[in-house]
């Protein structure tokens, strides 16, 4: 999944980018408020971490911004840890989820997964779709015969992707949007790569191909 992570703070903004992106998230990175919002517009993430104190455009403004312009995109807004007046400031301007400072990224990767399975109508901790389990912390998927095969942080991501849209037809564009960050090269065959990697672990029937428009992710294999 692809995340924009708001956040002024430069050192903590690059230290929690590797860490999301090391737990299998595609990060993207916007500084001030002002940056933040045209990237929230632009492109089609699947959450937004948003910090409030934000340089140029407070955070609450950008995501009230958002909002009159029908932009439902999943936030999980970063407050200060007194600050409650903040959190209800928050829900009330249509924020999803909010995090205290300090936070412990093993926190805010879970709510993150949390909203992303809620915001696609899937329920538990882990995400399933009929006869197959993902396991999102230790990035692996299990078969219905039981066999267990690690994915790297490609595969898994392309799969979440996939599982999160069974029986949809998704373009290679649109698994690229949200499968890489902004610095991805959109012309690369890579997807195709991947989804040849994946047919090899789940069977090749399991993502089928629509020549002209994508690939669909059937939930039973044949």
């Known amino acids: 999944m692809r995340?924009?992570?708001v956040e002024d703070d430069a050192a903590l903004a690059e230290h929690l980018s590797a860490d999301?992106?090391?737990q299998g998230?595609?990060?993207d990175l916007a500084g001030n408020g002002v940056d933040a919002e045209f990237k929230g517009d632009m492109q089609p993430y699947d959450v937004i971490i948003l910090d409030l104190g934000l340089p140029k455009r407070p955070g609450l403004e950008v995501l009230k911004n958002w909002r009159q312009r029908e932009n439902r995109v999943p936030v999980i807004i970063?407050?200060?840890?007194?600050a409650w007046h903040e959190r209800v400031d928050g829900f009330k301007a249509g924020a999803d989820d909010y995090l205290c400072k300090p936070f412990h990224v093993e926190e805010l990767v879970a709510r993150i997964q949390a909203l992303i399975r809620r915001s696609h109508d899937k329920t538990g901790d882990s995400l399933q779709s009929s006869d197959l389990v993902l396991?999102?912390?230790r990035q692996q998927v299990k078969l219905p015969d039981g066999t267990m095969f690690e994915l790297t942080g490609t595969e898994f991501r392309l799969l979440r992707c996939f599982m999160l849209h069974p029986g949809k037809i998704l373009s290679k564009t649109r698994l690229t949007e949200h499968v890489y960050d902004q610095d991805f090269d959109r012309d690369s065959n890579l997807i195709e790569v991947y989804v040849r990697r994946l047919r090899d672990k789940l069977g090749k029937d399991r993502i089928v191909t629509r020549r002209g428009q994508g690939y669909i992710f059937t939930e039973n294999s044949s």
């Open 3 to 5: 995340l924009l992570l």
């Open 20 to 22: 999301l992106e090391r």
């Open 25 to 27: 998230f595609a990060v």
């Open 78 to 82: 970063l407050t200060a840890r007194d």
């Open 135 to 137: 396991d999102e912390e």
